[in-house]
């Protein structure tokens, strides 16, 4: 079985209580996206896969423009190894119930 670290992908810098007390003091949290708009898969400080924009922008505001097909692409792409960890571990046992848990944590984070 390969080994990968755990990817991620997130939108923002800040954690979600960060962003909660900011907006308390109307400041925005900083985007971790790239100028052209596209969306870094990071691994131990180390991107591993960045994910396009799928929306159009104006030239210079595509870091700041939404474009849910590339989160959506990105969630999907940053949970891969966890994916593959899994599919690995159904093909070593036949209880697909033990892992059901994890199979619906995967789903609802690629789905939100």
């Known amino acids: 079985m ?12 800040q954690s979600e209580e960060d ?7 109307d400041m925005q949290p900083t985007l971790l996206l790239t100028n052209d708009g596209s969306a870094p898969i990071m ?3 180390e991107r591993v896969a960045l994910v396009d ?4 922008a104006k030239r210079g505001d595509a ?4 474009c849910e097909k590339r989160d ?3 969630r999907l792409i ?11 571990a159904l093909t070593e046992t036949p209880f697909v119930e033990d892992h059901a ?3 619906n944590a995967i789903l609802q984070e690629i789905e939100q």
Do not use: V
Not at 20 to 25: D, G, L, V
Not at 79 to 86: D, E, F, I, S
């Open 2 to 13: 390969i080994e990968f670290g755990d990817w991620r992908f997130q939108k923002f810098a």
């Open 19 to 25: 962003m909660a007390e900011m907006r308390k003091f």
């Open 43 to 45: 691994s131990g400080g």
């Open 53 to 56: 924009m799928h929306a159009k």
């Open 63 to 66: 870091y700041k423009t939404p």
């Open 72 to 74: 959506q692409h990105a």
């Open 78 to 88: 940053a949970n891969a190894p966890r994916m593959y960890r899994l599919l690995h």
């Open 101 to 103: 848990e994890e199979i």
